[in-house]
């Protein structure tokens, strides 16, 4: 039978609410499906609801928006409470830290000799304040000629005022995701853009930061990378994961458990995860 390891909700930006994604599962025949939202675990316990009641099996999951440098990457942990408390204070300092960026920004901006204020900022943007308020404010001020002017020189992510988005490094998800006791798999290794010999040296880098295990059947990836993904995983000792990266109507042509239509994900992945889990006492 099938399975989907990574679909999203409403929760974050998918289209379905996660009781009518449950309701998909259950109507597509899945053995399971995990919610695996971005940056948040709020669809969780109206998923395992539905899946209560509609005798649908779902892994409650996230996906982990986490970077370092100029490298991002997903990592989705498997298996997390609806309240995660670890994880959500981990979150909720993320999005703190965005808010301090503009302040940060503008101090930059300032010791440059850039006579703005937050307020003029804030002002212009009437709801959240970004770089483009900014941008704004500078023009209004005579001191770039451009919107493009003010990205280039000062605010740009090459510019001299640039501050970078607060992330969680691979180290702190990592590390949250199993002080909660989840399984983290690296999602869509693919978007790495690594030849195979630098993802495995990544690999084993994330795998002693805690990575358990990496998304090898994925929608976006061929098969001959489905093929040289799950060699490797084999090779390195990675649980192997798979999803379509189920969004709903934003992404149409990618079905729930079936992908662009090529997808399979076997349960007996399932299986192997569940028993990992069980040999080291956690639940299923
Ligand atoms: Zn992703
Ligand atoms: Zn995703």
């Known amino acids: 039978m099938t399975i989907d390891l990574h679909a999203h909700t409403t929760a974050s930006d998918g289209t379905l609410s996660p009781r009518e994604l449950v309701a998909l599962a259950k109507k597509t025949g899945l053995k399971a499906v995990a919610v695996t939202d971005h940056d948040t675990v709020s669809g969780l316990a109206e998923a395992l609801e539905a899946g209560r009641e509609l005798g649908q099996e779902v892994i409650p999951g996230c996906e982990l928006s986490v970077g370092e440098g100029r490298q991002s990457m997903h990592i989705v942990g498997l298996w997390l409470t609806p309240e995660a408390p670890k994880l959500r204070e981990?979150?909720?300092?993320?999005?703190?830290?965005?808010?301090?960026?503009?302040?940060?920004?503008?101090?930059?901006?300032?010791?440059?000799g850039l006579d703005i204020t937050y307020e003029e900022v804030a002002?212009?943007?009437?709801?959240?304040?970004?770089?483009?308020?900014?941008?704004?404010?500078?023009?209004?001020?005579g001191l770039v000629s451009s919107v493009n002017e003010a990205f280039e020189k000062y605010i740009g992510n090459s510019g001299a005022a640039y501050v970078p988005r607060t992330r969680l490094s691979p180290a702190q998800a990592l590390e949250v995701l199993r002080a909660e006791g989840a399984t983290p798999i690296l999602a869509h290794p693919y978007l790495l853009q690594l030849p195979l010999s630098q993802l495995e040296v990544r690999l084993r880098e994330l795998m002693d930061l805690g990575l358990e295990g990496m998304e090898v059947y994925y929608t976006e990836h061929s098969n001959d990378i489905r093929r040289a993904y799950r060699a490797l995983a084999d090779r390195l000792g990675l649980l192997v994961s798979g999803g379509s990266d189920f969004h709903g109507s934003v992404k149409p042509g990618i079905h729930l458990g079936r992908g662009k239509g090529d997808l399979y994900v076997d349960d007996n992945l399932l299986e192997a995860m569940k028993a990992h889990r069980r040999e080291r006492g956690q639940w299923v």
């Open 90 to 112: 981990a979150l909720e300092f993320v999005i703190r830290e965005r808010g301090n960026r503009n302040h940060k920004i503008i101090a930059k901006l300032n010791e440059l």
């Open 123 to 141: 002002e212009r943007a009437g709801g959240t304040v970004g770089r483009p308020h900014m941008a704004q404010a500078l023009m209004a001020r």
